[in-house]
């Protein structure tokens, strides 16, 4: 079983594997760590460094919406808190307000990021599909 280090970190990892970490404290993402092949051919390097690249940017845009989140959510409940006094907690109905509107004010957002991602992904077919014949061929050889 051969490993290599991760760049992150000084896990030792088993290059059979992709390794999937805990979630982000932020994007609530969790890290995946692909593999790395001894022999990992260019075509095989671009493939996992876009994967790489669309995981990172998935992250990055659910850490900054979850903080946004986490931030009016906040506003609205010190708000909330002190129209109500401060002993009093803010109801599940008033906080599903809250949400319906977040999401109501992000729609063009979140509609943005996913015709993005679904554009993302579909850009990886073709690349993963010849990946995957060269592994194949790889693999028959042995």
């Known amino acids: 079983m051969s490993s290599i280090s991760s760049s992150s970190s000084n896990v030792r990892m088993d290059r059979r ?3 999937v970490g805990p979630p982000d404290n932020l994007s609530k993402i969790r890290k995946i760590m692909l593999r790395r092949v001894d022999n990992e051919s260019e075509l095989e390097r671009q493939y996992r460094l876009a994967r790489e690249e669309l995981n990172q940017w998935n992250s990055d845009f659910w850490a900054e919406h979850n903080q946004l989140f986490d931030r009016q ?16 907690h803010v109801s599940a109905n008033e906080l599903s307000e809250f949400y319906r509107d977040f999401l109501n004010d992000r729609h063009v957002a979140m509609m943005a990021y ?3 991602w679904y554009r993302r992904n579909l850009q990886l077919i073709w ?3 010849k990946v995957n014949v060269v592994r194949f061929f790889r693999m028959a050889r042995r």
């Open 127 to 129: 690349p993963a599909l």
């Open 17 to 19: 594997f992709d390794w």
């Open 114 to 116: 996913n015709k993005e």
């Open 73 to 88: 959510k906040s506003d609205f409940v010190e708000r909330k808190q002190q129209e109500l006094g401060r002993l009093e």
